[in-house]
T-cell receptor, first 109, second 114 residues
Framework: DAKTTQPTSMDCAEGRAANLPCNHS???????VYWYRQIHSQGPQYIIHGLKNNETNEMASLIITEDRKSSTLILPHATLRDTAVYYC??????????FGTGTSLTVIP | DAGITQSPRHKVTETGTPVTLRCHQTENHRYMYWYRQDPGHGLRLIHY???????DKGEVSDGYSVSRSKTEDFLLTLESATSSQTSVYFCAINGLAGVADTQYFGPGTRLTVL
């Protein structure tokens, strides 16, 4: 089963780009990579997902390596409200997402 | 807002008592999920449903049962609550983000078993 590995915690200065890495070396060819975040005990919030190509939306950008074994979520201009736990997720099977423990991002003023 | 509500939002109960948590959705989605979240474990899947009366077990299903008698409601029952079931419980539904399925979460229920 595809699983993910993320650093436990990271800091980022306010206004700077936050780059959150994720390893998913066992991902299958047709599995999407998803990113969610969770702000202080609220329900996890969907951010972005991708398969092979880099993706961008109003919240973030997702860079996936060519071999698909790793990806990076980029928050281009981090704000204090981006302080959260960020989860990199792959689908275990058609019905289950593996969340892991995520990266706790702290944006510093 | 994915139209998901959970009730109750907070509950304190005693060991050995039955507890039922409710997840309600207004989006008519087929798939619904129950997760628990504990420090150091992230979110772990308890049970999920792929239709009315169709359910299956997840990673940590022992001690839990579920029921889905109508599309909009997915119930999680702890038949005899234990202190190890103290946790935050999240319900989720499957939705579409572009061409891929993704999951949208409710606000959570904080359960304390004394």
């Amino acid at each position: 089963d595809a699983k993910t590995t993320q650093p436990t915690s990271m800091d980022c200065a306010e206004g700077r780009a936050a780059n959150l890495p994720c390893n998913h070396s066992t991902i299958s060819g047709n599995e999407y990579v998803y990113w969610y975040r969770q702000i202080h005990s609220q329900g996890p919030q969907y951010i972005i997902h991708g398969l092979k190509n880099n993706e961008t939306n109003e919240m973030a950008s997702l860079i996936i390596t060519e071999d698909r074994k790793s990806s990076t979520l980029i928050l281009p201009h981090a704000t204090l409200r981006d302080t959260a736990v960020y989860y990199c997720i792959v689908r275990v099977n058609s019905n289950q997402f593996y969340f892991g423990t995520g990266t706790s991002l702290t944006v510093i003023p | 807002d994915a139209g998901i509500t959970q009730s109750p939002r907070h509950k304190v109960t005693e060991t050995g008592t039955p507890v039922t948590l409710r997840c309600h959705q207004t989006e008519n989605h087929r798939y619904m999920y129950w997760y628990r979240q504990d420090p150091g474990h992230g979110l772990r899947l308890i049970h999920y449903s792929y239709g009315v009366k169709d359910t299956d077990k997840g990673e940590v299903s022992d001690g839990y049962s579920v029921s889905r008698s109508k599309t909009e409601d997915f119930l999680l029952t702890l038949e005899s609550a234990t202190s190890s079931q103290t946790s935050v419980y999240f319900c989720a539904i499957n939705g579409l983000a572009g061409v891929a399925d993704t999951q949208y979460f409710g606000p959570g229920t904080r359960l304390t078993v004394l």
